[in-house]
């Protein structure tokens, strides 16, 4: 059974920082593209980052790049979201999502593609 268990999320100050993370269980995290995306009340759900399944290059929406990054911890088998100076507009659900196809994450990322696998959705609030 292939499962995403998110945690992390939570209240923070204009400027702060918070580390999400996203635990894989009945797969390898090595063997899929990795996405983080979030969705804001009223708005689409939109891809901010993702982990390529090839080399494992990191790419960024230009709004968090520099501020946000993506890694994994293979012996862990989880991978992580940490995000610094963060703003009033990242506030929203943010959700990890896996899938085995590369195309998804290939030189940039896909704000909408449809990921195979996708945990709960964990909240963060940034607000003074």
């Known amino acids: 059974q292939l499962q995403l268990v998110e945690s992390g999320g939570g209240l923070v100050q204009p400027g702060g920082s918070l580390r999400l993370s996203c635990e894989a269980s009945?797969?390898?995290?090595?063997?899929?593209?990795i996405g983080w995306f979030r969705q804001a009340p009223g708005k689409a759900r939109e891809g901010i980052s993702c982990?390529?399944?090839?080399?494992?290059?990191?790419y960024y929406l230009g709004s968090v790049k520099g501020r946000f990054t993506i890694s994994r911890d293979n012996a862990k088998n989880t991978v992580y979201l940490q995000m610094n100076s963060l703003k009033p507009e990242d506030t929203a659900v943010y959700y990890c999502?896996?899938?085995?196809?590369?195309?998804?994450?290939?030189?940039?990322?896909?704000?909408?593609?449809?990921?195979?696998?996708w945990g709960q959705g964990t909240q963060v609030t940034v607000s003074s």
């Open positions: 009945g797969f390898t995290l090595d063997n899929y593209v």
């Open positions: 999502a896996v899938d085995p196809e590369e195309a998804y994450c290939s030189g940039a990322v896909c704000i909408d593609c449809p990921y195979d696998y």
């Open positions: 982990l390529s399944r090839g080399d494992g290059s990191p």
